[in-house]
């Protein structure tokens, strides 16, 4: 693929987007938003309720976040919803009332892994739906499990932070889970004080993405895009041609079909800019943001050589091989991440709509 730029006109564009699989009805449809299911969460505090994490898989859409009320003298509970059979409802996870926070979430097959934060621990639960199992090890040693992704039972990732020696920033590490115990596999990538890590993917178990951001030292909080790859045996550093921004999300549609989605500047603003970059097996190259505003925060493949994201700024984008166009979404919806699940197709995402009454009603949406 060559959509590491924008596509032009004539026989080099036309050429780009076959390759990509995009025919010109594909391109020209416009990006649209429809309601699955909405879901109202007590709030109030000094933030509101919000969804954090989304997961799609054989046709089970899960979903994860936090209920207020949140900040000082706060009471928040962890939450998980799942939408099956047309019906987004509740599950019955075992989080602590009052005490507990809802984190990241992957799924494979029939079951889902759900991070949470609970009375000062990390742990992860793994549910079919109706059973749940918890398991403290991830965060054995110290360590803040915040990221996940799985491509089965026997092949679960995790990404983890712990304190340095003597209070000192905190360290990335990479945990792996081979269906019995946990091991840490992280040589090259792990325990780098400069390196802060914001999202991972794994497509299969010998194709596994993790990206971020590494500092370039200073007081100006200045950082270069990072991105690592994990082929079976061993992680390899990447090289992108951006020196200054940061990485939060992959989407690998093949070994020489790659994107990465994240903002340029310094992550701790607000107002950064987005960032994309393609990887055609050889290189990675800055791609087009035509029709971005701010930083994207999560992207997935639409299964027809596109993109989908969501943005910084509350918005859903498409990515059609030559610009991005945003979807319209429900009321004043933002969101916060989209999905796809790898046997539907189906390509989804998660927004919240404006606190009112110190309440906050969460939106699944499906995308096309």
Known sequence: MTLAVALGTGSAGTSARA???????????????RVLGRYTLPSGG??????????????????TGTQGPIGKDGTPTGLVLRYQGGRLA?????????????????????????????????????????????????????????????????????????????????????????GTSWHRK????????????????????????????????GANQNATPFLAHWDGRAWRR??????????RSVAPLSGTDVWAAGG????????????????????WRRA????????????????????WAADDGGRVVHFDGHRWRAAALPGKAAATAVARDPRTGRVYAIADEPEQNAKVTTVLLTLS
Do not use: M
């Not at 000094?46 to 979903?63: D, S």
């Not at 990447?238 to 990485?247: A, H, K, N, S």
């Open 186 to 217: 992280d040589r090259g990538v792990g325990g780098d004080r400069r390196l802060g890590l914001f999202g991972i993917t794994a497509r299969a178990s010998d194709d596994v993405w993790v990206a971020g951001e590494r500092s370039l030292g």
């Open 264 to 283: 340029t500047g310094c992550s701790c603003s607000s107002a950064a800019g987005p960032l994309v970059l393609h990887y055609d097996g050889r290189s």
């Open 19 to 33: 390759r990509a699989g995009l025919d010109a009805s594909e391109a020209a449809r416009v990006p649209s938003a």
């Open 90 to 178: 509740r599950l019955d996870a075992p989080l602590a009332r009052g005490r507990s926070e809802g984190g990241d979430v992957a799924a494979t097959g029939d079951r889902a892994w759900v991070l949470a934060s609970d009375q000062n621990a990390s742990p992860l639960l793994s549910t079919d739906g109706r059973t749940w199992r918890r398991d403290d090890r991830p965060s054995h040693g110290g360590l803040g499990a915040y990221g996940i992704a799985a491509t089965g039972d026997r092949d679960v990732w995790i990404e983890a932070a712990g304190s340095g020696a003597g209070g000192a920033k905190e360290v990335p590490a990479l945990l792996h889970y081979d």
């Open 288 to 307: 087009a943001a035509t029709g971005l505003r701010r930083a994207l925060a999560s992207v997935v493949q639409d299964g027809h050589g596109g993109l």
């Open 46 to 63: 000094e933030e509101p309720a919000h969804l954090t994490g989304l997961a799609a898989a054989n046709g089970t859409v899960w979903v």
């Open 238 to 247: 990447e090289g992108t041609p951006v020196r200054l921004g940061f990485v």
